[in-house]
């Protein structure tokens, strides 16, 4: 196949285009416009093997059509996109604009080229503030209501891809709604646990990059946002993926649209962790005590966010391998030692 990956250098994209290197032989055009993406990262990759990449920004529609016709793509992975929720409530017509507009591009653009694969990167925010969840967790089925423009955003857009998969015989999506992303490449050298990539966003928000962040010493102390919350330990529980894995089931979603409908998956462990767990975890794995202070919950915030993950492991036979939360921690923290020696 002729695969392209749209914000291939960034976090998520990286680690699907290096399990899609190293497993298949599918011709790879990464597509990014490194305003978040690491360059570095396309040199990591092409030591696996070689592929093509093309420095582009969506909002090149001409060019994006273009670039589909060039390399005959037929299946996109799509994950380019901005995700910082506050910068969302901030800014909203740049999501709207990179996110949604830009997607729609991406769509007619696929359309009108043959593509006959789209695989999303969307977001449990599409599910908003859920109250009354079931024990079993959010499931694909819970209403959608987001509580913020970088939500509402992923939400249009899976209206779009929706919408036109109806109106086009041939054209097939899967959408992967995203819960609580974290770690790095599960790569071992001499027996020992050496990512070639992970997350360099920089301020990054996420908790599990944040707490390893402390524990290399490139943040002083971090903060614990309420606990008072109606949990075991009081804090935020949530439901962490390692992104090997999250990668893992992209590359299924190639396979599984050959022979199935367009569908919607949530991508979770069907578990949580409280925030302190996290952090505890974090100070076993690297033996190091850093400082944690108590903050006034965040607006929004909800108590427990846990996916029901039954859909995706009865339909795509989706098996995680990584969902220990101390190998995620420990990846992440060994990246984050790889990133402080750089």
């Not at 695989?119 to 079993?136: C, H």
């Not at 054209?171 to 050496?194: C, P, Q, S, T, W």
């Not at 979770?268 to 006034?296: H, L, R």
Request: net charge negative; proline share 3%; with cysteine.
């Amino acid at each position: 196949m002729n695969i392209l990956i749209t914000g291939g250098a960034g976090y998520i994209g990286a680690h699907v285009a290096k399990q899609l290197l190293e497993t298949t032989e599918h011709n790879i055009v990464i597509l990014d416009n490194l305003s978040t993406g690491i360059a570095r990262t396309l040199d990591t990759l092409h030591s696996i093997r070689e592929f093509a990449f093309i420095n582009l920004d969506l909002k090149e529609f001409d060019k994006i059509c273009t670039t589909l016709k060039e390399y005959q793509i037929d299946t996109i992975i799509h994950f380019a996109a901005s995700i910082v929720v506050p910068e969302s409530v901030e800014n909203p017509l740049k999501y709207y604009m990179n996110n949604t507009v830009n997607t729609t591009n991406l769509i007619r653009c696929a359309v009108a080229n043959g593509v006959e694969r789209f695989i999303f990167s969307s977001t449990a925010a599409t599910y908003g503030e859920p109250v009354n969840i079931s024990e079993n967790g959010i499931s694909e089925a819970y209403p959608t209501e987001p509580i913020n423009p970088y939500g509402m955003s992923k939400l249009m857009s899976e209206r779009v891809l929706r919408d036109t998969a109806k109106a086009h015989d041939g054209f097939k999506y899967v959408i992967f709604r995203y819960f609580n992303v974290a770690g790095a490449d599960i790569h071992y050298r001499d027996d020992m646990l050496e990512p070639r990539i992970g997350q360099s966003f920089p301020n990054a928000t996420h908790l599990i990059k944040i707490a390893s962040e402390c524990a290399v010493g490139k943040r002083a102390k971090m903060a614990i946002f309420g606990d008072d919350f109606a949990t075991a330990d009081g804090t935020g529980v949530r439901d962490y993926i390692h992104v090997d894995d999250l990668a893992d089931a992209h590359i299924r979603a190639i396979e599984y649209l050959e022979t199935h409908p367009s569908d919607i998956f949530n991508a979770g462990y069907g578990k949580g962790y409280s925030v302190k767990e996290v952090i505890n975890t974090m100070k076993e794995v690297t033996g190091i005590n850093f400082q944690v202070d108590i903050a006034e919950r965040r607006a929004g915030d909800p108590a427990t966010l846990i996916s029901d993950n039954s859909k995706i492991k009865s339909l795509m036979h989706w098996t995680p391998k990584y969902e220990d939360l101390k190998l995620i921690c420990k990846s992440a923290y060994e990246w984050e030692k790889r990133l402080s020696e750089v």
